[in-house]
């Protein structure tokens, strides 16, 4: 089945500053990559998507890129605020649902 | 709010009860997931329902099992409940519309075993 691997577990950035979370994945059928946002007490949020005939994804801070060939998409955010501190999870879509990562804590540092 | 709506917010229980969680997906939505989420374990996907039909397994234990009802809404039994079932557990609703559509998440039952 798919594996997918997420790196670092924990990020700080000072608040201003950009971050970038990694995500590795096994299965080169997997098509579908989205990036969910999870708050304390809260589901995971989607908040961005990429389709592997697509390399590069932005909306306003957040942008996705991805590698079809390497097997692996990054998550990019910019002029970090204190409200981007939360869990990202990465996943990979599979026949039966997603394949997520294990998660990176971002931290934003005033 | 994605639409998702997960029912009890929260629930404690003791060791060997049995408990059921509800979803109501969003409307359209045909797809059910249930996830469970601990610590160390991250998002483990359980069970996939589509349109009241079962139609792929992941890390579900025999002591769990779940249905899809005629209105779409799903639930989840767990039963035999033992400490290490103390989790997060997940609803996610997809449209019917391939494997590239996003699952859109509800915001989780929390289960204590005490």
């Known amino acids: 089945g798919e594996n997918v691997e997420q790196h670092p577990s924990t990020l700080s950035v000072q608040e201003g500053d950009s971050a970038v979370i990694k995500c590795t994945y096994s299965d080169s059928a997997s098509n579908y990559f989205p990036w969910y946002k999870q708050e304390l007490g809260k589901g995971p949020q989607l908040i961005i998507d990429i389709r592997s005939n697509v390399g590069e994804k932005k909306d306003q801070r957040i942008a996705v890129t991805l590698n079809k060939t390497a097997k692996h998409f990054s998550l990019h955010i910019t002029e970090t605020q204190p409200e981007d501190s939360a869990v990202y999870f990465c996943?990979?879509?599979?026949?039966?649902?997603?394949?997520f990562g294990k998660g990176t804590h971002l931290i934003i540092q005033p | 709010d994605s639409g998702v709506t997960q029912t009890p917010k929260h629930l404690i229980t003791a060791t060997g009860q049995r408990v059921t969680l509800r979803c109501s997906p969003r409307s359209g939505d045909l797809s059910v997931y249930w996830y469970q989420q601990s610590l160390d374990q991250g998002l483990q996907f359980l069970i996939q329902?589509?349109?009241?039909?079962?139609?792929a397994k992941g890390n579900i234990l025999e002591r769990f099992s779940a249905q899809q009802f005629p209105d779409l809404h799903s639930e989840l039994n767990l039963s035999s409940l033992e400490l290490g079932d103390s989790a997060l557990y997940f609803c996610?609703?997809?449209?019917?519309?391939?494997?590239?559509?996003?699952?859109?998440f509800g915001n989780g039952t929390r289960l204590t075993v005490t």
């Open positions: 329902y589509y349109n009241g039909e079962e139609r």
């Open positions: 996943a990979a879509r599979v026949p039966d649902g997603l394949t």
């Open positions: 996610a609703s997809s449209p019917p519309n391939g494997v590239s559509s996003p699952l859109h």
